[in-house]
């Protein structure tokens, strides 16, 4: 089974901290998300990444970089924390799109700023 | 990445009935589409893929109607632990899935 595994379930991080969040995955997969949630907003997709050291931005990028330095690492950088970004965090895996496999995500981080 | 739509619900059956969901997608592009179920505070997981010609797992079965562009999902036998938020995924031109809000099933003895 694939496995996604992110470094923390639950975090409380004060304003205008730099915040680190991280995702490993163990199958190998190019592909790498990284997701917020938010109640009555759904699954909004922050950035991703195709390859080590590529990424791309998703639909709501503001406020946060990534970094793949690895294949099987992604991490999300918020890069002074607000108190907007509080919010489950999801980080997802796939094999290639095309194959229309869908993702597996990792549990999530549940972020709270302060 | 256009949008995709569901009704949160929350849909209420008791155990044994049958239910169904639909979720339209906007971008007629669209190429894949899947249907994942998420429990309450837990991540999302893929429950199927939904192919063109349809496919069954158990009790689930999900269609695709590319004409209307909406799929659907269908519970046969609800059971107790059916009860989660069941989001749609339809993918455009990148391949990149846009999710719907979910739906919300509480089945109940």
């Known amino acids: 089974d694939v496995k996604v595994t992110q470094s923390s379930r639950y975090l409380v991080k004060r304003t205008g901290e730099k915040v680190f969040l991280e995702c490993v995955q163990d199958m190998d997969h190019e592909n790498m998300f990284w997701y917020r949630q938010d109640p009555g907003l759904g699954l909004r997709l922050i950035y991703f990444?195709?390859?080590?050291?590529?990424?791309e931005k998703g639909d709501i990028p503001e406020g946060y970089s990534v970094s793949r330095e690895k294949k099987e690492r992604f991490s999300l950088i918020l890069e002074s924390a607000s108190t907007n970004q509080t919010s489950m965090y999801l980080c997802?895996?796939?094999?290639?799109?095309?194959?229309?496999?869908?993702?597996?995500f990792g549990s999530g981080t549940r972020l709270t700023v302060v | 990445r256009k949008e995709v739509e569901q009704d949160p619900g929350p849909f209420n059956v008791p155990e044994g009935a049958t239910v169904a969901f639909n979720c339209t997608y906007s971008n007629s592009a669209s190429q894949s589409f899947f249907w994942y179920r998420q429990d309450c505070r837990k991540e999302p997981k893929l429950l199927m893929s939904?192919?063109?010609s349809g496919n069954e797992d158990g009790r689930f079965t999900a269609q695709l109607n590319r004409a209307s562009q909406y799929i659907s999902l269908l519970i046969r036998d609800s059971k107790l632990s059916d009860s989660a938020t069941y989001l749609c995924g339809a993918s455009g031109g990148s391949y990149i899935p846009t999710f719907g809000r979910g739906t919300s099933l509480i089945v109940h003895p």
């Open positions: 990444s195709y390859d080590v050291k590529m990424k």
């Open positions: 939904v192919y063109s």
């Open positions: 997802a895996s796939s094999p290639p799109l095309m194959t229309g496999k869908g993702y597996t």
